[in-house]
């Protein structure tokens, strides 16, 4: 392949799960389907701690955030690639694929970050019960939704400005459904030592650094609710935490799972399928998880629909 000129690039293939066409239908109807209930499902999440007032608590505006960014996340990968199969075409622009990929980032790194701070909301609600309302206030929540959204703000600019410092070749086809970066980098003709040195940097720093944080609360939320004397209060205290724990395992097992297949795999429609596991399966499992899990939701959930 010859290097390209970057400012000569107008589209991308991206080629999808299957060339065959009579795939096509049922994997629109599909991911179609996953999408609705992942929209629908956080979308109900979302009215159910606004309209509840027994959920307007650090807890659930935390929760609320994750689902409105669930939304958001699947969107940025899933639109495009349905409406390549209902249009029969397999091309993005190239400004198209830097902008997924920019969103991309965004979404799943304000995911990645708010499930740290979940988790420290759960350490000071479990560990701190008597200054759980005076430390977790409504300020302190918004600044660290806030944080949140800036550092994946900052991570995404400089993802894709190293992308773009990339020289590309002429010959652009992604065996995948969105435009995911590692699936990018390797249509670069350009060296990418240094590009590829910051994305291993950031993925550790931006990855493990919010994982050792939940790893960490929880090593002081679990002797706090062993001290905690009645059976009936260590239940409690443990059911808060068993939802943000599943979808926790859920989102760094997935994605974990993505990079070790790519990297024992070189079939690169083994690595899509593999994506669609933290980028669709998860999102529309954590309202499930929440649901199904949370006492508190179900009631706000059966108010909203007007049963008891």
Sequence with gaps: MEPGNNTGISEILLLG?????????????????????????????????????????????????????????TSTTIQKMLVNIQTQSKTITYAGCITQMCFFFIFIEVDNFLLT??????????????????LMTPQLCGLLV??????SLLHALIQNFMVLSLSFCTHLEIPHFFCELNQVVQLV??????????????????????????????????PSICKISSAQGRYKAFSTCASH????????????????????????HSSATASVMYTVVTPMLNPFIYSLRNNDVKRALRRLFGTK
């Design 17 to 73: 799960f299957s060339e065959d066409p009579e795939l096509q239908p049922l994997i629109f109807g599909l991911f179609l389907s996953m999408y609705l209930v992942t929209v629908l499902g956080n979308l109900f999440i979302i009215l159910a701690t606004i309209s509840d007032s027994h959920l307007h608590t650090p807890m659930y505006f935390f929760l609320s955030n994750l689902s409105f960014v669930d939304i958001c996340f």
């Design 245 to 268: 724990l599943s979808v926790v395992f859920f989102f760094y097992g997935t994605g974990l799972g993505v990079y070790l297949s790519s990297g024992a795999t070189h079939s690169p």
């Design 117 to 134: 701070v979940m988790a420290y909301d759960r350490y000071v609600a479990i560990g701190h019960p008597l200054h759980y309302t005076a």
């Design 189 to 222: 003709c350009s060296d990418t030592l240094i590009s590829d040195l910051v994305r291993y940097f950031l993925t550790v720093l931006l990855g493990g650094g919010p994982l050792a944080g939940i790893l960490y609360s929880y090593s002081k939320i679990v």
């Design 146 to 151: 806030l944080l949140c959204w800036v550092l």
